[in-house]
Nanobody, 121 residues
Framework: QVQLVESGGGLVQAGGSLRLSCAAS???????MGWFRQAPGKEREFVAV????????YYADSVKGRFTISRDNAKNTVYLQMSSLKSEDTAVYYC???????????????WGQGTQVTVSS
C-alpha cells in the first residue's frame, strides 16, 4: 500500500504559476508517478507521468511546454511545476502511483486525495 499526499494547490491568476507536490509513504522509487486532473462535470484526465528514475517523462498535449513533472527519490516526492496557467487548467489535481507509467485513470494503482487548483481569468 502506498499513501500519497498532495499539496500546493490554490488560487492563481491566469498566466501565473504554481508548484504541486506529492509525498509518498514508502518504496517511492519502485513506482512510476503521474498527475491527473478532474474538472467539474468532466472525467478525470491524464496530465503528466514520470518513470521510476526520472529519466523519461510524458505530457498531455494540453499542458506540453507549460507543465513540468519531476521527482526526488531521496525525498519520496514528485512535483508538478505549472506555468502560464489558463482558466481551463482549473481542476482537482491528483497524484498517482503505479508500477508502470500509465496514461489512463483505470490503470492507476494508487491515488492521492487531490488538491484544488483554480485559475482566475
Amino acid at each position: 500500500q502506498v499513501q500519497l499526499v498532495e499539496s500546493g494547490g490554490g488560487l492563481v491568476q491566469a498566466g501565473g504559476s504554481l508548484r504541486l507536490s506529492c509525498a509518498a509513504s514508502r518504496t517511492f522509487s519502485t513506482y512510476a508517478m503521474g498527475w491527473f486532473r478532474q474538472a467539474p462535470g468532466k472525467e478525470r484526465e491524464f496530465v503528466a507521468v514520470i518513470n521510476r528514475t526520472g529519466g523519461t517523462t510524458y505530457y498531455a498535449d494540453s499542458v506540453k511546454g507549460r507543465f513540468t513533472i519531476s521527482r526526488d527519490n531521496a525525498k519520496n516526492t514528485v512535483y508538478l511545476q505549472m506555468s502560464s496557467l489558463k482558466s481551463e487548467d482549473t481542476a482537482v489535481y491528483y497524484c498517482a502511483a503505479d508500477r508502470l507509467p500509465v496514461l489512463t485513470p483505470a490503470q492507476v494503482d494508487y491515488w492521492g486525495q487531490g488538491t484544488q487548483v483554480t485559475v482566475s481569468s
